[in-house]
């Protein structure tokens, strides 16, 4: 199993629609968890950093977090035609490096 | 607000040439990163630095890279001897004390 898995799309959605991205983990010592944008040729941009379960929201974005179930959200709400690009999931343990999924792209057609 | 800053953004190098990419991290950060991204591929980690010497490194940064902090502002990575295989995006991250990680605009390397 890997360490971790992210849907890999590519996903369509309309203008307006809601998004949902997701994240599942295989090590229970991951304990913060983030959510990256990237653009075409860009570098990763942090959207969202959440350590605890639970939810965490920035504007049209939530995070959610279930470390039970080691399973991690991204919601987007109204989503737009700039918010077409890849996102990614990260995450990191105490004394460990970062662990990224290997990305969903997403298109939002107008 | 502040942010890594990578230079050049795009560089192409002849087989078998050296090449040094450069990095300004966030100026209060204390651990620096490289990553690489194949086009269309994830972002695959290479070497992590902190404290003036390397922590932690896959198994891609073999001995044809180095990294070096040679002033108080600047993270190199040096590729000596580039191979065909070694065109990608190259990304420098940093961060500070806490885990939120930031990452520069990129190099595109193309090597021919």
């Known amino acids: 199993q890997k360490e971790v898995e992210q849907d890999p799309g590519p996903l369509s959605v309309p203008e307006g629609a809601i998004v949902s991205l997701n994240c599942t983990y295989s090590?229970?010592?991951?304990?913060?968890f983030m959510w990256y944008r990237q653009y075409s040729r860009k570098g990763p941009e942090l959207l969202m950093y959440?350590?605890?379960?639970g939810n965490k929201e920035d504007g049209r974005f939530t995070a959610q977090v279930d470390k039970s179930s080691k399973y991690i959200s991204l919601f987007i709400r109204d989503s737009q035609p700039s918010d077409s690009a890849t996102y990614l999931c990260?995450?990191?343990?105490?004394?460990?490096?970062?662990?990224f999924g290997p990305g969903t792209r997403l298109s939002v057609l107008p | 607000e502040p942010e890594v800053t990578q230079t050049p953004s795009h560089q192409v190098t002849q087989m078998g040439q050296e090449v040094i990419l450069r990095c300004v991290p966030i100026?209060?950060?204390?651990?620096f990163y490289w990553y690489r991204q194949i086009l269309g591929q994830k972002v695959e980690f290479l070497v992590s630095?902190?404290?003036?010497?390397?922590?932690?490194k896959s198994e891609i940064f073999d001995d044809q890279f180095s990294v070096e902090r040679p002033d108080g502002s600047n993270f190199t990575l040096k590729i000596r001897s580039t191979k065909l295989e070694d065109s990608a995006m190259y990304f420098c991250?940093?961060?500070?004390?806490?885990?939120?990680?930031?990452f520069g605009s990129g190099t595109q390397l193309s090597v021919l």
């Open positions: 991250a940093s961060r500070g004390e806490g885990e939120k990680l930031f």
């Open positions: 090590n229970s010592a991951f304990q913060y």
């Open positions: 959440t350590y605890s379960s």
């Open positions: 990260a995450m990191i343990g105490y004394g460990q490096n970062f662990v």
């Open positions: 100026s209060n950060h204390l651990y």
């Open positions: 630095f902190y404290n003036n010497e390397i922590s932690e």
